[in-house]
């Protein structure tokens, strides 16, 4: 049974940071493309951050580059997103997910699994 657990999200103050962290298990970890997605009320789901198995790969949205890192831990089965210059319109629900590696790293297709997310609040 596979399970994605986020953690981390809390209410901060525009400007400040955050790292968030996903745990897997259940699954080959290092055989999967990880990503991060974020959802706010109305507005449609949106592909942040994403790491190929060997971490030599990523793709960040354009909302983002610059201000958020992902990474990971293979033999800790662990995904992170550091994010740094928080703003009001960060605030959503941030979601972990993964699928198996082969295809362009920033495709929001085929994302098998997903976690139960974690709420971040930017306060201005």
């Known amino acids: 049974q596979v399970q994605l657990v986020e953690s981390g999200g809390v209410l901060v103050q525009a400007g400040g940071s955050l790292r968030l962290s996903c745990a897997a298990s259940g699954l080959a970890f290092s055989s999967f493309t990880m990503g991060w997605f974020r959802q706010s009320p109305g507005k449609e789901r949106e592909l942040l951050a994403a790491?190929?198995?060997?971490?030599?790969?990523?793709y960040y949205a354009d909302s983002v580059r610059g201000r958020f890192t992902i990474s990971r831990v293979n033999i800790k089965n662990m995904v992170y997103l550091q994010m740094n210059s928080l703003k009001p319109e960060d605030t959503a629900v941030y979601f972990c997910?993964?699928?198996?590696?082969?295809?362009?790293?920033?495709?929001?297709?085929?994302?098998?699994?997903w976690g139960q997310g974690t709420q971040v609040t930017v306060s201005s």
């Open positions: 790491m190929s198995w060997s971490g030599g790969r990523s």
């Open positions: 997910a993964a699928r198996p590696s082969g295809s362009y790293v920033g495709t929001e297709v085929g994302y098998d699994y």
